[in-house]
């Protein structure tokens, strides 16, 4: 009996962990839909992907109701908790991602295929490289429990930071040579402050696939290099 107790605890732990693997997948599909219907000016994926958010809403209640389920049966300790806990906080940063990516969506549709020069949107594709790969190492990082790739993608996060600052100097530059570009470049630095918001989220997961494996939080404080706040000025929230 106590054997088989064990074994349905490991399924059911096994089983929040595929509904996380399932959850990113939905994820990483949605911010790569997201930056396409962008570069494209594709209003009818972008009408996809805000429909698609809703699936990747209701997989984090189901994750949220089983691992409540786990905890009032089996009342876990140590490492069984942790995966639990890791489980929930997972997919909140998971499911911020799909809002983030719709966020994306509905900027392209408000464009409403209004493209300016392609060298605008340059930038933004490939700050989503960055941001996608980071969320797919990441993932993996949990998949495997290995600190040390969350780690490295913890250390990353500069890189983006870095990028979107740069980039929205490039944006403001744009705006600034020709008025023509502004409502464009005004939507394009709304939708690289959320794929930047993705990038932080990849962090979060980072650190907590890092307290699952280790036992341990991450006493550092994580050092932010986006500065743009300082260069839009003093009123800038």
């Known amino acids: 009996m106590a054997d088989h107790t ?3 605890f490991d399924q059911e732990l096994k089983g929040l962990t595929t509904k996380i693997a399932e959850m990113g997948g939905l994820a990483e599909g949605l911010v790569g839909d997201a930056v396409t219907a962008l570069t494209r000016m594709d209003t009818e994926l972008a009408h996809k992907v805000m429909l698609t958010d809703a ?22 300790m140590a490492l069984d908790l ?3 806990m890791a489980s929930l906080r997972i997919s909140n940063d998971l499911e911020r991602v799909g809002d983030l990516a719709k966020n994306i969506a509905k900027r392209v549709t408000a464009m409403q295929g209004n493209f300016a020069a392609k060298k605008l949107v340059i930038g933004v594709e490939h700050l989503s490289e960055i941001a996608m790969e980071q969320l797919k190492d990441v993932l993996d990082a949990f998949a495997l429990r290995d600190d040390s790739a969350a780690l490295q993608v913890r250390k990353r996060d500069d890189e983006i930071d870095a990028l979107y600052t740069s ?8 705006m600034m040579e020709d008025p023509r570009n502004i409502t464009f470049c ?5 939708c690289a402050k959320n794929i930047e918001r993705i990038g932080d989220h990849a962090t979060n997961i980072a650190e907590t696939v890092y ?4 036992g341990e939080q991450l006493t550092t404080e994580r ?6 706040s300082t260069l839009a000025g003093p009123d800038a929230k």
């Not at 699936?55 to 189901?62: K, Y």
């Not at 307290?211 to 280790?214: I, Y």
């Not at 050092?223 to 743009?228: P, R, V």
């Open 6 to 8: 064990v074994t349905s």
């Open 55 to 76: 699936r990747l809403d209701r997989l984090q209640q189901e994750i949220e109701e089983r691992a409540i389920l786990v905890i009032a049966r089996r009342q876990p």
């Open 82 to 84: 942790r995966e639990i």
């Open 167 to 174: 980039l929205f100097r490039e944006l403001l530059t744009y």
């Open 186 to 190: 005004t939507h394009l630095l709304f």
């Open 211 to 214: 307290f699952v494996v280790t």
């Open 223 to 228: 050092h932010k290099s986006d500065d743009t």
